[in-house]
């Protein structure tokens, strides 16, 4: 199976799994994370890359004016649509090659636990798809997991990509390879200097959040 194939067939499996997620209680740094994300999509049009099972959707869309959220994989888009959130779409999308959101540009964009799946041979390909659904003067927020020193599944490199992996293993027994980068500030910066302006990392376990103003959107409409 091919990376995308393993990743596609992973996040499928695991949907319902997610799912689950979304009636727990959200930890003190989510509920900080969920407060900076409603504020900057406050009023704003907002897109929403890789939206999974809509744990993070569900507390934008009140606030936003509206809400583009995609994912590829069709399980993880169904539990999305099962909570049947105000002025909210749902796209069925690859996220390397936004196709079907149409022309329009949003004021708004947020990816949570997406951007560490990337390959580095397709950072730019990810961000310059984005960026072109974005307007001039567009923000962005990016969420993403440190490594914990208590995780056990295998992680290890490859010198061909130079990315690194994880095994993931599912309650059923399988277990898929899966792109898994755990950054740190440094990495992110130089990775997003050519993308953004004014990134602000919040770097404290279990995980990091960022802003920053995207360089070159679409014009302002
Ligand atoms: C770790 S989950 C994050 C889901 C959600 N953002 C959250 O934080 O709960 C990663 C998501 O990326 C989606 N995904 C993986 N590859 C993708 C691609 N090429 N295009 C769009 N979505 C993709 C998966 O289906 C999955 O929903």
Same mark, same amino acid.
């Given at each position: 199976m091919s990376e995308v194939d393993q990743m596609h067939a992973y996040y499928s499996a695991r949907a319902?799994?997610?799912?689950?997620?979304?009636?727990?209680?959200?930890?003190?740094?989510?509920?900080?994370?969920?407060?900076?994300?409603?504020?900057?999509?406050?009023?704003?049009?907002?897109?929403?890359?890789?939206?999974?099972?809509?744990?993070?959707?569900?507390?934008?869309?009140?606030?936003?004016?509206?809400?583009?959220?995609?994912?590829?994989?069709?399980?993880?888009l169904n539990f999305a649509r099962a909570q049947f959130l105000p002025k909210t779409r749902y796209i069925h999308d690859d996220a390397y090659h936004l196709k079907n959101i149409g022309g329009v540009k949003f004021d708004f964009g947020f990816a949570m636990h997406w951007v560490s799946h990337i390959p580095i041979a397709r950072w730019k390909q990810f961000f310059t798809t984005f960026h072109s659904h974005?307007?001039?003067?567009?923000?962005?927020?990016?969420?993403?997991?440190?490594?914990?020193?208590? &995780?056990?599944?295998? #992680?290890?490199?490859?010198?061909?990509?130079?990315?690194?992996?994880? =095994? +993931?293993? %599912?309650? &059923?027994?399988?277990? #898929?390879?899966?792109?898994?980068?755990?950054?740190?500030?440094?990495? =992110? +910066?130089? %990775?997003?200097?050519?993308?953004?302006r004014n990134i602000d990392i919040h770097f404290t376990r279990p995980r990091w959040w960022l802003t920053y103003d995207v360089i070159s959107g679409g014009n302002r409409r």
């Open positions: 319902p799994l997610m799912a689950q997620r979304l009636a727990t209680q959200p930890s003190p740094q989510v509920l900080e994370i969920i407060g900076q994300l409603r504020s900057m999509a406050q009023d704003q049009t907002v897109l929403e890359i890789a939206c999974g099972p809509g744990y993070w959707t569900r507390y934008v869309a009140p606030v936003a004016r509206e809400t583009v959220a995609t994912d590829y994989s069709v399980k993880m974005m307007k001039q003067g567009a923000r962005v927020m990016l969420v993403d997991d440190i490594h914990r020193p208590d &995780d056990h599944d295998p #992680y290890y490199s490859k010198l061909d990509t130079h990315d690194s992996y994880e =095994l +993931r293993q %599912l309650p &059923d027994g399988s277990s #898929y390879e899966i792109i898994k980068t755990y950054f740190t500030p440094g990495q =992110l +910066r130089e %990775l997003l200097a050519p993308f953004g």
